[in-house]
């Protein structure tokens, strides 16, 4: 929302797809989104669809939860035109390749982003904070990234985008499971940062393990700085695990493990890490996948 709403105020055409019937209907009756700024509020009404429409995608942007990206583009991937471009916002790993796998004949570009955005309610999202997002894919920057910028999307490109989510995966391994052991937000984790150095140099090692030797570079001291700077928010795992949602575990501690594993590392931090997290959902009646 906080996407399409920016796009739409720019004056560039967005349609919302919705996920089935009944979300079209709400979103109908709300008669739009609201973007919250600050003290400004702004009712931006989108055109929206479900899957099933039969209009051809040429440019989709993917921004539900890693663990849902692979179904919903499925459910459209027969309407990709041949030129289609997938924009894919999700945490973590796995999520990507899986959606790249699913449709070969698109251009699948892989996006980062800091920005902070949460919903007030059902069709209201406040914007909480700007920040900055990569995109990239082994190929030349697409133009329409000056429309990103024109829409007040602070967006630059990056050839080695993998080395970025590399970074990013670390960094949320290191935090949000402790967040959620230790029930605490992100500042509560000063208090364990032995844990978190811990946790920092054996993600290092695995970094080097799989080729990623720039994103391990200065981990623990980017890990701290995340910390401190967002010392009063609650880590998105941790919310999820508060409102009883299915995290992304399989997508960033899962992913490190496996990667492990693949490169015949021992990791036995974040193993065990995994498995007290693991241990901690089911009780919670949470999947651990």
Known sequence: MLWATRLARAGLPVTLIMRNDARLQAYRAAQGVTLVEGEHSQLITLQAQTPDTDEPVQRLLVTCKAYDAEHAVAQIAGRLTPDAEVILLQNGLGSQQAVANL??????????????????????????????????????????????????ISAQWSPNILSLLWRKLALNCAINPLTVLHDCRNGGLLTHIDQVNALCAELGILLERCGQAE???????????????????????????????????????????????????????????????????????????
């Open 103 to 152: 449709v070969p004949q698109a251009r699948c570009i892989f996006a980062s982003s800091t920005e902070g955005a949460f919903r007030q309610s059902d069709w209201n999202v406040v914007f909480a904070g700007r920040g900055q997002v990569w995109l990239g894919d082994t190929g030349e920057a697409p133009q329409w990234l000056e429309e990103l910028e024109r829409s007040g």
């Open 215 to 289: 994103a391990a570079i200065d981990l623990p001291a980017q890990v701290s700085r995340v910390i401190q700077a967002t010392a009063n928010n609650f880590s998105s795992m941790h919310q999820d695990v508060t409102q009883g949602r299915r995290t992304e575990i399989s997508y960033l501690l899962g992913y490190a493990c496996a990667a492990a594993h693949n490169h015949q590392l021992t990791v036995p931090l974040l193993q065990a890490l995994q498995q007290r997290l693991e241990h901690h959902l089911k009780l919670r009646g949470l999947p651990c996948n």
